[in-house]
């Protein structure tokens, strides 16, 4: 029987650091293909181990319920796309493998969420370790506008009470910057304001932050759906270079972004008065190639949703 983790009953954090990113404008990026099948991420052929595993996990709004026991493995240095259509629980299930569910008022679950075989909902562990361990990067960008370049880069660490030296502190901003795919943009400008940069380098300047404080884990929702097509390239380009370092579990309603990122998927839906749940998941290539469910099969292939 799994727990069951009444809102009232957990550890309430109210200084979560959003890790939220733009992106920049790249004239001479390739144009994006319009067939999903042409783009196709490679499909993996070792077994990974999984970084994050969530076990029959069930969640509520009030007596409003939203998933029901969805299980999926996360595998480490691997990309799991979420799919579906609005409001089969997408988000809600990306909120609750790091602790922000509960943050909503009214918000309850039950189920386990193991990273690295360890329960993140155990009462022994503390939610800014889980939170830390488990990046977020949200639709909409939010550096700290005022906050140097540098500075945003280092800002999660200073939150958490993390405190390195000068030359320390240079060389993780460098190197986060460069994980993050902006460095070249940005390295002559370091002290200059966040908020002064395009939107598509906001975005990976936050994707820099969330690097910053070494997560195992990096949540994405709906990471490019505020961004031109150009953008969106770039920030795909920056997920590729970091899968295999990071597990990556990003939300898409973006069926092309699926196939180009991920080396798996899950199909979410929630059919009429029934709460949402995985409807098949698999290999990339064999859920947009071959999906075992026609429910899947419409999906991936627009035909609802
Ligand atoms: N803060 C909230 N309070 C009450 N109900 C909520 C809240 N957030 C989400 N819900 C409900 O939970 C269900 C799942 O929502 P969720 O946002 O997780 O779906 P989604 O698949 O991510 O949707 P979308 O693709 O539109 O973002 C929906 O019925 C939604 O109305």
């Known amino acids: 029987m799994p727990a069951v983790h ?11 650091v959003s890790v939220d990113s733009f992106v920049a404008l790249a004239p ?9 099948t042409q783009i196709l991420a490679p499909v993996p052929t070792e077994v990974a181990l999984p970084a994050m595993e969530a076990r029959a996990v ?21 990309v799991t ?29 039950a189920g386990e969420v193991l990273l690295d075989g360890q329960d993140i909902y155990d009462p022994v562990r503390r939610v800014t370790d889980a939170r830390r361990s488990i990046g977020m990067v949200f639709q909409k960008p939010n550096p700290f ?31 986060c910057l460069t994980r993050a795919g902006l460095w070249n943009e940005v390295k ?12 598509g380098q906001q975005q990976r300047l936050c994707i820099a932050r969330s690097l910053a404080v070494r997560p ?6 709906e990471p490019c759906s505020a961004l031109d097509p150009t953008s969106t390239r770039r920030v795909e380009e920056t997920i590729q270079a970091l899968a295999g370092e990071v597990t990556i579990v990003i939300v898409t309603h973006n069926m092309q972004q699926a196939a180009r990122v991920s080396d798996q998927c899950a199909f979410f839906l929630a059919e009429q008065g029934v709460p ?3 409807v098949e998941h698999g290999a990339t290539a064999q859920m947009f190639g071959s999906p075992r469910d026609s429910r899947t099969e419409d999906y991936v292939n627009g035909r609802f949703g």
């Open 6 to 16: 009444d809102p009232a009953t957990l550890v309430r954090q109210g200084s979560h």
């Open 28 to 36: 001479e990026a390739p144009a994006l293909p319009d067939d999903p």
């Open 58 to 78: 069930s969640a509520w709004f009030g007596t409003h319920k939203v998933l029901e026991r969805v299980s999926l493995s996360m595998p480490a240095g691997r």
């Open 81 to 109: 796309a979420l799919i579906g259509p609005s409001g089969c629980g997408k988000s809600t299930f990306l909120r609750i493998l790091n602790r922000m569910h509960e943050l909503i008022p009214s918000a309850a679950l």
């Open 145 to 175: 506008p005022a906050m140097s370049i540098q500075d945003n880069v280092t800002a999660g660490l200073s939150l958490t009470g993390v405190r390195i030296g000068t030359s320390e502190r240079a060389s993780l901003v460098e190197e």
């Open 188 to 199: 002559d400008r370091l002290p200059a304001p966040g908020g002064g940069l395009s939107g």
């Open 216 to 221: 195992k884990v990096l949540l994405m929702d």
């Open 276 to 278: 949402g749940g995985i």
